[in-house]
């Protein structure tokens, strides 16, 4: 729906820009393509690695090692599994509120979700060729402390 | 054609191990296959207009208009343009890359940039939306609340603890992708 979103207003965009320049569209679509051809091998290993990881860590693996009881050891486990796998978040939340609902821990799964979406083991190849080898590991560390952080919190007010 | 294997070799050695794994145990590696294949049509379907978008921004914005807004002097204006720049987006955090690229390419404050994917990977309107309703408002608010101050800390940090110089090469790098 959002990505609808998306399509309208960048065709919105792209006809505009049709209509004042014809040659500079052109050039915005040939750059388009070049920056997306760039990256394409990185995104396509990326896919294969997180197809291969959720193959093997299916939801029943994860919420076995992340319940109730398993205190620190869990939610450094579920930081672990949040800060490697990358799925997306219309599968991301449904899988935690399973997970939840089959006995992982609040802060297990507030720390899951955190790193999930702030920590890219996977993707840091990618994030490098962007931004350099030790501003990539510097955001995911941080990412990774601070998401402890959150589920610090999210334990204390939620409880 | 040998350049090209030399490019996508590491997705190619990757489809290798998928389909050992496949061999190995059936199951495992038709699962992984049909994980990747939607994945892979998730993500086609988000990114082409991010990608224009990103391209017309290449084309159109100028990069004196991109420093007054993000840049170094951009102050609280920059910021929030970072925080809504990456909350209004679509997909995931790696889509996010390129687009920072060319944000830092046009002369964009790199702490402003990083805030730019901080937004991007938790603050998304769509995506808070979406936690709310399959994990309670309470516990998407409890999040939300302390990602924004954990955002920006994480900018600063990360811009603090690089020099000049490591900065000077981001952004030339930035320049040649």
Same mark, same amino acid.
């Given at each position: 729906?959002?990505?609808?979103?998306?399509?309208?207003?960048?065709?919105?965009?792209?006809?505009?820009?049709?209509?004042?320049?014809?040659?500079?569209? #052109?050039? $915005?679509?040939?750059?388009?393509?070049?920056?997306?051809? %760039?990256? +394409?091998?990185?995104?396509?290993?990326?896919?294969?690695?997180?197809?291969?990881?959720?193959?093997?860590?299916?939801?029943?693996?994860?919420?076995? +090692?992340?319940?109730?009881?398993?205190?620190?050891?869990?939610?450094?486990?579920?930081? +672990? @599994?949040?800060?490697?796998? +990358?799925?997306?978040?219309?599968? $991301?939340?449904?899988?935690?509120?399973?997970?939840?609902?089959?006995?992982?821990?609040?802060?297990?799964?507030?720390?899951?979700?955190?790193?999930?979406?702030?920590?890219?083991?996977?993707?840091?190849? !990618?994030?490098?060729?962007?931004?350099?080898?030790?501003?990539?590991? !510097?955001? %995911?560390?941080?990412?990774?402390?601070?998401?402890?952080?959150?589920?610090?919190?999210?334990? @204390?007010? #939620?409880? | 054609?040998?350049?090209?294997?030399?490019? &996508?070799? &590491?997705?190619?050695?990757?489809?290798?191990?998928?389909?050992?794994?496949?061999?190995?145990?059936?199951?495992?590696?038709?699962?992984?296959?049909?994980?990747?294949?939607?994945?892979?049509?998730?993500?086609?379907?988000?990114?082409?207009?991010?990608?224009?978008?990103?391209?017309?921004?290449?084309?159109?914005?100028?990069?004196?208009?991109?420093?007054?807004?993000?840049?170094?002097?951009?102050?609280?204006?920059?910021?929030?343009?970072? *925080? *809504?720049?990456?909350?209004?987006?679509?997909?995931?955090?790696?889509?996010? *890359?390129?687009?920072?690229?060319?944000?830092?390419?046009?002369?964009?404050?790199?702490?402003?940039?990083?805030?730019?994917?901080?937004?991007?990977?938790?603050?998304?309107?769509?995506?808070?939306?979406?936690?709310?309703?399959?994990?309670?408002?309470?516990?998407?608010?409890?999040? *939300?609340?302390?990602?924004?101050?954990?955002?920006?800390?994480?900018?600063?940090?990360?811009?603090?603890?690089?020099?000049?110089?490591?900065?000077?090469?981001?952004?030339?790098?930035?320049?040649?992708?």
């Amino acid at each position: 729906m959002f990505t609808i979103l998306m399509y309208i207003v960048a065709f919105g965009f792209l006809v505009l820009s049709f209509i004042k320049d014809k040659k500079k569209t #052109l050039l $915005a679509l040939k750059k388009a393509w070049k920056s997306f051809e %760039n990256i +394409l091998p990185q995104f396509l290993a990326i896919l294969v690695i997180i197809g291969i990881m959720l193959a093997v860590l299916s939801p029943e693996v994860i919420s076995g +090692l992340i319940g109730e009881e398993s205190g620190w050891f869990g939610m450094l486990i579920a930081s +672990l @599994v949040g800060s490697v796998t +990358l799925i997306p978040g219309f599968v $991301a939340f449904p899988l935690a509120s399973a997970l939840l609902k089959g006995g992982a821990g609040l802060m297990q799964i507030a720390v899951f979700i955190s790193t999930l979406m702030m920590v890219g083991i996977v993707t840091i190849p !990618l994030e490098v060729k962007y931004f350099g080898k030790k501003a990539a590991l !510097l955001r %995911n560390s941080l990412a990774f402390a601070f998401s402890f952080i959150v589920a610090i919190a999210i334990g @204390v007010v #939620l409880r | 054609m040998k350049m090209l294997l030399i490019r &996508y070799k &590491y997705f190619l050695i990757l489809l290798v191990i998928n389909i050992a794994v496949y061999g190995l145990s059936p199951s495992v590696g038709q699962k992984s296959i049909d994980i990747t294949w939607s994945n892979t049509v998730e993500m086609l379907s988000v990114i082409p207009p991010i990608f224009i978008l990103l391209g017309l921004l290449d084309v159109w914005v100028k990069r004196e208009t991109m420093i007054k807004l993000m840049g170094e002097k951009s102050g609280i204006l920059g910021i929030l343009i970072a *925080f *809504f720049l990456g909350s209004a987006a679509a997909g995931p955090l790696y889509a996010a *890359f390129p687009i920072a690229g060319v944000l830092l390419q046009k002369g964009s404050k790199f702490s402003n940039i990083l805030i730019f994917m901080g937004a991007w990977s938790t603050t998304k309107i769509p995506m808070l939306l979406f936690e709310a309703s399959s994990m309670g408002w309470e516990f998407t608010m409890a999040r *939300f609340v302390i990602n924004i101050p954990g955002i920006m800390l994480i900018a600063y940090v990360t811009e603090r603890l690089l020099n000049e110089k490591e900065k000077q090469y981001i952004y030339d790098s930035a320049g040649s992708i």
